[in-house]
């Protein structure tokens, strides 16, 4: 049977719902010491390995300054690591594959930044604040029939 409160402190004293607690993110880490996370972005998917080191980063087998040859992607790669004030703080392994270099380079840095998360939890406030652990989710709009592309249309001729 339902219970009769007498005032509505104790209506509320008997309906408080227990506080939840932030959730508690743990580190994972492979046999090696290592933190794996994968990355996308457009038709681009990247898989990352951080482990401590003094920041060297290899891109499917080649060094960032090789694979990534404008310093604009090298930039965009690093914003993670310096958001967080961890450049030259750990190796990177990456192996990324599709899309073309920017869509390349945004796919590492999602990869890297869950990577992180992964290795040290409390920076995800910080990196989420920034908007790098949030998938991007534009990708190329299909192409229409009737038209020459997407939205662009054949050329009109009026006569």
Known sequence: MAETFSSLQ???S?????????????????????????????DAVARV?????SG???????AVEVYFARPVLRMILQQPLGVAKRVDQYDLT????????????????????KALVAFEPELRGVLKKEGFL?????????K??????????FQFSKR
């Open 10 to 12: 104790d209506l509320k």
């Open 14 to 42: 008997a309906t408080a719902a227990p506080t939840q607690e932030a959730p508690h993110y743990v580190q994972k880490l492979d046999a090696q010491g290592r933190a794996y996370a994968t990355g996308k972005r457009k």
């Open 49 to 53: 390995w951080i482990k401590p080191g």
């Open 56 to 62: 060297k980063v290899v891109v499917n087998g080649r």
């Open 94 to 113: 990456v192996t990324v594959a599709g899309g073309g270099l920017s869509g390349q380079a945004g796919a590492v840095r999602h990869g890297l930044s």
């Open 134 to 142: 949030t998938r991007d989710s534009r990708v190329v709009e299909r």
């Open 144 to 153: 229409k029939y009737g038209k020459k592309k997407a939205r662009r249309s």
